[in-house]
Nanobody, 119 residues
């Protein structure tokens, strides 16, 4: 029903910046909470950030507060993750996710985009 496609990943030097995008198709984007998660090889999936349907509220994981910013453009059915001051520890596959009508249960997932930060 809903497809999420991430883009914008790549190789970057420590201290650099990247902006990830997640384009959504299907129903209900403007009514859904959107989130970003990441997963490094051999490690558990980790929450990064979320944004409510209106864009009025955001929440970031403690380790990324002040460095990562989530935003959305409902007219474009797109959610973004601006990443600054990147560290090698940020290296991971980054995934976009969506709930259903704001229920905060992650139902839809993208395929991921790789971010690699070199030291």
């Amino acid at each position: 029903q809903v497809q999420l496609v991430e883009s914008g990943g790549g190789l970057v030097q420590a201290g650099g910046s990247l902006r990830l995008s997640c384009g959504a198709s299907g129903r209900g984007f403007s009514l859904s909470t959107m989130g970003w998660f990441r997963q490094a090889p051999g490690k558990e999936r980790e929450f990064v950030a979320l944004i409510t349907s209106s864009g009025g509220s955001t929440y970031n994981a403690d380790s990324m507060k002040g460095r990562f910013t989530i935003s959305r453009d409902n007219a474009k059915n797109t959610v973004y993750l601006e990443m600054n001051s990147l560290k090698p520890e940020d290296t991971a596959a980054y995934y976009c996710a969506a709930d259903r009508l704001g229920d905060r249960r992650w139902y839809y997932w993208g395929h991921g985009t790789q971010v690699t930060v070199s030291s």
